[in-house]
């Protein structure tokens, strides 16, 4: 079965199919003039948060215990060690810490030993009788009386000042007065003895750790004295910068110098020696100059060479045989074997030579080596003797320094001692200390102030009715059609001047009221609600039972016939139906019987004289399947035929969320408006309700806010009249007139 509406925009759907609503609005900021609205309407919470806050302070004010008062001054002077203190220390610091110190348990258990407060019934407030004997080292005793004197002891600095003031407050003046002046004495007493004590701490540490440093600096001493017995040096002014190294780096130069000599001596010898060796023994006179050897060799050879020239001529003169031939060959062999032996003796000399020069490179090196090892183990110990110098220096200038300020630790002592005085002692107080009346009833009026405005935001926060137009647009998404005023109900006279119609339909007896001009404004919503036309078939619902819907549908109907149009109300409510009462009908024949087939649409409909455009379908008998009858086809060719004759069908519908009856007839509209009732509507019930609505496809158009005070605070303006009038309009003008010329259904 299709729908009837038609030309109406659908909702949007999601993402997962379901509808959503078009109309989207900001949620309202909290701003000033909310807060105070939300004032304005809890004004009876905050007074009465007020009066009670003004009647606890009546009675603090009357029954406030008499306290006496006493108060002493001290100065914390500067004194004469301010270059004893630490840099950043400031006398402002130093009064906090004193006023610390005077609150302090240890001090307050002092004094309290001292004046035996723990026996002291007038300590406690006890006017009366006595206490047995307690013992202040007991914990629930010491305990009690500390408690109580840290809470009656005050210290405070007067600013711009170094001067402390101490106070007492307790229900004996004479005991404020003893409390403040043992508290100023324990105090000195105590400073005077914390810094002894402390100079004593001091004086033991700086003593421990003299002996240690001591120690330390005798060692380093005799570490000190070793190494300059290691270097050959005597003296504890001595430079390791000047330690004598000449002779050292002078060796160490020599024999670098020497080692030079040394192998080129070698080389030489070798290259002689070598060349010797390998060179051919008839030639060596060609290398004796080169080689440096004596000429020896070359006479030997210039001698043979003779002799065998002689050997030669006498050949040819005398002969082989001849004694002088042989005689001077036996000379030439002599002369030969000379050479060979002066060729052996000068390889001999040079092998000897060159084994000489190696020796002597290897001895020098060996020299050069050791030389070198001596100027390191020098330098090592150098070094080693400039640490153990430093080591000795920082442990003497270390003990030095705290042996000064171990000599100037009693004298700061003193000095710290003398810096409190007592400017004036505490006197008992003439008379004892009350606040002022009037400033109980301002601080208690100010509270109870502050706890009515916290309980009218709280109890705003946990209401879960909607009251306001902005409010509901915010949770339902949908705008606001009309805000309809609570009014009573206009009763009948004595002589019966009103009709049932007129008692139950407000717009027909007062048609210039507040009430009637709320639903104009509601015609003009709905008809202006779609485009191209006007809604045909408006549906009437509400989330819950007693909302005010047929209220709503029955004035609507009204107001929409008093303009040229044919209006047909239908009552679909067919389990709690109420339209034919207040309209004063016999609702024997209606809905369920035209759709049932007992009667017809003529038969069943129903007039009334107040407003002759107007026809109404009352419900008729309650029947057993009323989803049933509703979602029929009959139903749907009912609604298409009343289409045909009427310009607008408002059909009061069952509420949303009591059953599925209103969903129903949801489907089958142009424009459904939903009725909330101010105060009793909750959020989420509402919310509920159009959610349904949505995913059913509903053409939901928007909400009427019911039964409203436009007195409230939230409300004021709505439906304000000053400067604007009926004066010039007659009440006659309001009636119906015979049908002239035809009208646009649209037209208001």
Known sequence: MAPLRSQFPAAPASDDGEAQPEFTTASADSTLSEALLVLRKRKWVLLAMVVLGLLYGLYQAFTQPVRYTAAGRLEIGSGATAAYRQPGFTQGENLNNEMLILQSESLMLTVGREMDLANNPAFFGITKGTLPHRNIDDPGVRQAVVGTLLGSVKAANIPGTQILVISCVSANPKLSADIVNHVMDAYIQRSIQSRYASTDRVSRWLSNTLSDLKAQVEASQEQLIDMQRKLGVLGLSFDPTHVPQ??????????????????????????????????????LEGLLDVSGLDGELNRLRGDIATTKATIAEELVMRGPRNPKVEADQRHLAELQREVDTEQNRLLS?????????????????????????????????????????????????????????????????????????????????????????????????????????????????????????????????????????????????GDGALSVAQSNINVLATSKSQFSEAFRSLRTSLLLSTTGHPPKIIVISSSTPAEGKTTVATNLACILAQRETRVLLIDSDLRRPNVHH??????????????????????????????????????????????????????????????????????????????????????????????????????????????????????????????????????????????YSYSNIDSESWETEPRKTSTPAGAA
Not at 599 to 623: H, S
């Open 246 to 283: 000449t002779e050292t780096a002078a060796k160490v130069d020599a024999l670098s110098s020497a080692l030079s000599s040394a192998r080129i001596a070698r080389i030489l010898a070798e290259s002689k020696f070598r060349t010797l060796r390998n060179a051919d023994p008839n030639n």
């Open 349 to 493: 000399q040079a092998k000897d030579a060159y084994v000489a020069a190696q020796a002597n490179e290897a001895q020098t090196t060996s020299a050069l080596d050791q030389a070198k090892n001596e100027a390191y183990q020098l330098r090592d110990a150098t070094v080693e003797y400039t640490l153990r110098q430093r080591e000795y220096d920082t442990n003497r200038t270390l003990y030095d320094g705290l042996l000064s300020r171990l000599r100037t630790a009693g004298v700061q002592a003193g000095l710290e001692s003398l810096e409190i005085d007592i400017i004036d002692r505490a006197q008992q107080p003439p008379a004892p200390t009350l606040k002022p009346t009037s400033s109980i009833l301002i601080q208690n009026g100010i509270f109870g102030l502050i706890g009515g405005v916290v309980l009218s935001f709280l109890l705003e926060s946990l209401d879960t009715g909607l009251r306001s137009v902005a409010e509901i647009e915010n949770v339902m998404q949908l705008p606001s059609l009309a805000v309809i005023p609570r009014v009573r109900r206009v009763g009948s006279d």
């Open 582 to 723: 207040r309209f004063g009908l016999n609702g024997r024949v209606g809905l369920s019987t035209v759709l049932a087939g007992a009667a017809t649409l003529e038969d069943a409909l129903r007039q009334v004289a107040e407003v002759p455009n107007l026809d109404i379908l009352c419900c008729g008998p309650v029947p057993p399947f009323p989803t049933e009858m509703l979602s029929s086809e009959a139903m749907h060719d009912l609604l298409v035929r009343c289409c045909d004759q009427y310009t607008h069908i408002v059909i009061d519908s069952p509420p949303i969320l009591s059953v599925t009856d209103g969903v129903i007839l949801a489907r089958q509209c142009d424009a459904l408006a939903l009725v909330v009732r101010h105060g009793k509507s909750s959020r989420h019930v509402v919310r509920r309700a159009r959610d349904l609505l949505i995913r059913a496809g509903a053409p939901v158009t928007g909400i009427v806010l019911n039964a409203v005070d436009v007195n409230a605070p939230e409300y004021y303006g709505y439906y304000g009249y000053s400067g």
